[in-house]
């Protein structure tokens, strides 16, 4: 299997505080993980870390064989990357910022377009298309994060809470575009639904207070309590006192 | 060049996006002619050129220009933008290069908009076009230094507000270092830093090119002032992006 996301022993400190400790993991083409942990565990950091976004006080990042952080630009170039809370520029409309986005990443004339409109078609955005971002509803909003991640089709997805704010219709629709575009891409995804793991994910990784306890296809993770549920196995998991977990 | 073009697109039309460009070039406008006019006394001077426009300009650019650049940085960092912006493919310093080009590309069009200056002292006298041209030339150089100083500070909080008025102090200190006030005060204390003090002024490069005179070094300063504090704003950047 081809290894499109490697993580090594990254860490992160702020200060004495140790955010994301010693984390390493890779992710194969046709594989979804779901990243799972309390808030506060390190989740964000890891995926702002593999974006380039924060640069690690240790270890690696390697996206499609491309350290993050030496060969930065080529390594984003593989990468559609949603960041936590879905920023986007409010004065702009949808059409406005994918444009903007087409053209950072390059794209011209009718292929920046015909990227446009397939984006627009994979994630409903036709009907607010020339609207202003900050009049969209939040649903509307991640949707149009989730758009400009897709841009480029690229082999590589980190989305940070792709379906936080959505209507269950809309997480549905989320999740089987997600389903879709599995089979050839690496696909990281932070959440805090567990149904969704269950539902889309090949594999979950467990991390609480910056450590990976758990990494697992979500089915296994689930056995791992007796109730079966994988809720139940998150919860003992993460309240667990902190030398057990290590 | 494209991820330049394509920030500096973006950011250019924010301006426009609300009325605080038009509130700018107003507000701009009306201070520089007022000041032209009144205390420069434009007619009572009787003589065909643009030194009293001249004169006032680096000092209406220090109160506006951190106006300019006071959101580059400041609003992209409230927004959460900042992280989109950085993890696109492009570098940092091309981030840096096309929101500069964007806010410089603004101050020029506010600054061609004072053409009715240009077309009075034509029809009422015959002045010196290109000393008035080399005037315009140093104008936008001393604009673009302010404007390199604005950015720098906008990229050091998420308030435009502090981002405004750092950039206000800072370009000051640029204009003002050669004013008699502090290099007096410096000669009698410090000579060395007096010297230096001169040296550095924006104003005194500035009245060369009013004066007509179009020197390289006074060319090569303005522009090492530009790509200095872009380079203090891609380090702050590369630093601070994640705060």
């Given at each position: 299997?081809?290894?499109?996301?490697?993580?090594?022993?990254?860490?992160?400190?702020?200060?004495?505080?140790?955010?994301?400790?010693?984390?390493?993991?890779?992710?194969?083409?046709?594989?979804?993980?779901?990243?799972?942990?309390?808030?506060?565990?390190?989740?964000?950091?890891?995926?702002?870390?593999?974006?380039?976004?924060?640069?690690?006080?240790?270890?690696?990042?390697?996206?499609?064989?491309?350290?993050?952080?030496?060969?930065?630009?080529?390594?984003?170039?593989?990468?559609?990357?949603?960041?936590?809370?879905?920023?986007?520029?409010?004065?702009?409309?949808?059409?406005?910022?994918?444009?903007?986005?087409?053209?950072?990443?390059?794209?011209?004339?009718?292929?920046?377009?015909?990227?446009?409109?397939?984006?627009?078609?994979?994630?409903?955005?036709?009907?607010?298309?020339?609207?202003?971002?900050?009049?969209?509803?939040?649903?509307?909003?991640?949707?149009?994060?989730?758009?400009?991640?897709?841009?480029?089709?690229?082999?590589?997805?980190?989305?940070?809470?792709?379906?936080?704010?959505?209507?269950?219709?809309?997480?549905?629709?989320?999740?089987?575009?997600?389903?879709?575009?599995?089979?050839?891409?690496?696909?990281?995804?932070?959440?805090?639904?567990?149904?969704?793991?269950?539902?889309?994910?090949?594999?979950?990784?467990?991390?609480?207070?910056?450590?990976?306890?758990?990494?697992?296809?979500?089915?296994?993770?689930?056995?791992?309590?007796?109730?079966?549920?994988?809720?139940?196995?998150?919860?003992?998991?993460?309240?667990?006192?902190?030398?057990?977990?290590? | 060049?494209?991820?330049?073009?394509?920030?500096?697109?973006?950011?250019?039309?924010?301006?426009?996006?609300?009325?605080?460009?038009?509130?700018?070039?107003?507000?701009?406008?009306?201070?520089?002619?007022?000041?032209?006019?009144?205390?420069?006394?434009?007619?009572?001077?009787?003589?065909?050129?643009?030194?009293?426009?001249?004169?006032?300009?680096?000092?209406?650019?220090?109160?506006?220009?951190?106006?300019?650049?006071?959101?580059?940085?400041?609003?992209?960092?409230?927004?959460?933008?900042?992280?989109?912006?950085?993890?696109?493919?492009?570098?940092?310093?091309?981030?840096?290069?096309?929101?500069?080009?964007?806010?410089?590309?603004?101050?020029?069009?506010?600054?061609?908009?004072?053409?009715?200056?240009?077309?009075?002292?034509?029809?009422?006298?015959?002045?010196?076009?290109?000393?008035?041209?080399?005037?315009?030339?140093?104008?936008?150089?001393?604009?673009?230094?302010?404007?390199?100083?604005?950015?720098?500070?906008?990229?050091?909080?998420?308030?435009?507000?502090?981002?405004?008025?750092?950039?206000?102090?800072?370009?000051?200190?640029?204009?003002?270092?050669?004013?008699?006030?502090?290099?007096?005060?410096?000669?009698?204390?410090?000579?060395?830093?007096?010297?230096?003090?001169?040296?550095?002024?924006?104003?005194?490069?500035?009245?060369?090119?009013?004066?007509?005179?179009?020197?390289?070094?006074?060319?090569?300063?303005?522009?090492?002032?530009?790509?200095?504090?872009?380079?203090?704003?891609?380090?702050?950047?590369?630093?601070k992006k994640a705060d």
């Amino acid at each position: 299997m081809e290894k499109l996301i490697e993580i090594e022993g990254l860490t992160k400190r702020f200060g004495a505080f140790t955010a994301v400790d010693g984390v390493s993991f890779s992710v194969s083409r046709g594989e979804v993980l779901g990243f799972l942990g309390p808030n506060g565990a390190g989740k964000s950091t890891t995926m702002k870390m593999l974006a380039g976004f924060v640069a690690p006080t240790a270890g690696t990042a390697r996206l499609g064989g491309r350290d993050v952080q030496r060969e930065t630009v080529a390594a984003r170039r593989l990468l559609g990357y949603l960041p936590e809370g879905a920023p986007l520029y409010p004065e702009m409309t949808v059409t406005g910022f994918l444009r903007f986005i087409a053209e950072v990443r390059g794209f011209r004339g009718a292929e920046a377009r015909e990227r446009i409109a397939r984006v627009m078609e994979l994630t409903n955005l036709h009907g607010v298309r020339e609207l202003p971002i900050e009049t969209l509803s939040k649903g509307f909003k991640r949707r149009v994060g989730l758009a400009q991640a897709l841009l480029h089709d690229p082999p590589i997805l980190v989305l940070d809470e792709p379906t936080d704010g959505l209507d269950p219709n809309q997480k549905h629709e989320v999740r089987t575009l997600i389903q879709r575009m599995a089979p050839e891409k690496a696909i990281i995804i932070s959440t805090h639904i567990l149904e969704e793991v269950e539902a889309v994910c090949t594999r979950a990784i467990i991390i609480a207070r910056g450590r990976v306890i758990a990494d697992a296809p979500p089915a296994e993770l689930a056995k791992r309590h007796p109730s079966g549920s994988l809720e139940e196995t998150f919860r003992a998991l993460t309240t667990a006192p902190l030398a057990e977990a290590a | 060049m494209g991820p330049v073009l394509a920030v500096m697109r973006r950011e250019f039309a924010g301006y426009f996006a609300t009325p605080v460009a038009w509130v700018f070039i107003v507000i701009f406008l009306v201070l520089q002619g007022t000041l032209t006019f009144s205390l420069g006394g434009f007619f009572e001077r009787d003589q065909a050129d643009l030194i009293p426009f001249f004169q006032f300009l680096p000092w209406v650019l220090v109160l506006l220009v951190p106006a300019i650049t006071m959101r580059l940085w400041a609003e992209e960092r409230r927004l959460g933008t900042i992280e989109l912006l950085l993890t696109l493919p492009l570098s940092q310093g091309q981030a840096v290069g096309g929101k500069f080009l964007a806010a410089w590309a603004f101050t020029l069009v506010a600054i061609l908009l004072t053409f009715p200056f240009v077309i009075t002292v034509n029809v009422l006298g015959s002045p010196d076009n290109g000393a008035i041209a080399a005037g315009y030339l140093g104008s936008l150089l001393v604009a673009g230094a302010f404007l390199a100083m604005g950015a720098a500070c906008s990229a050091l909080t998420k308030s435009q507000v502090i981002a405004f008025v750092i950039g206000v102090a800072l370009c000051f200190v640029f204009a003002a270092s050669a004013f008699p006030v502090v290099t007096d005060f410096l000669s009698h204390n410090l000579p060395l830093l007096a010297t230096i003090a001169r040296k550095l002024s924006l104003i005194d490069r500035f009245q060369n090119f009013v004066r007509g005179v179009i020197r390289l070094p006074d060319v090569v300063y303005l522009a090492s002032q530009i790509v200095f504090w872009l380079t203090v704003n891609t380090l702050l950047l590369e630093h601070k992006k994640a705060d």
